[in-house]
């Protein structure tokens, strides 16, 4: 799990938890915690995550602090609710065709490869 937190747009382990947990912040995986550590000891190594949550005054990277959350999320689950979809094809009911245009992504994208940004112009680009 501590890999799929701390994923990268394109990798084959980068899904919602991924996207979702990009909007509050950026995770990265910074060490492992061996099973002798737990008791009973587990049969799974476990791992830790660094997370540090973005400003709340948006600082340029994270244009998600200024946009509808909730919007975004129900793009993210439909563009993964059909993962080797193309955006065009799992987003069909969600997104009119001009708003890929209008938000500069190629609508024979899957979802694994926008960032949580991308993920936020398409919303606005719905919107507007």
């Keep these: 799990m501590a890999d799929r937190l701390a994923a990268k747009p394109g ?6 938890p991924s996207v979702k947990l990009a909007w509050y912040g950026r995770a990265e995986r910074v060490g492992l915690v061996g099973r002798n550590v737990f008791w009973p000891a587990p049969n799974v ?18 244009i998600a602090s200024k946009a509808n959350r909730q919007k975004a999320f129900q ?4 563009a ?3 993962r080797r979809k193309t955006l065009h094809a799992a987003l069909k009911k969600l997104v009119p065709d001009e708003a890929f245009a209008a938000a500069g992504i190629d609508p024979t994208r899957r979802g694994e490869t926008l960032t ?4 936020v112009a398409l919303d606005a680009a719905v919107e507007s």
């Design 116 to 119: 949580i940004n991308e993920f």
């Design 45 to 62: 190594d476990s791992a830790l995550v660094s997370f540090t949550r973005y400003a709340e005054e948006s600082d340029g990277h994270n």
């Design 80 to 82: 993964f609710g059909q």
């Design 75 to 78: 793009l993210i689950d439909a």
């Design 11 to 16: 990798s084959k382990i980068y899904g919602t």
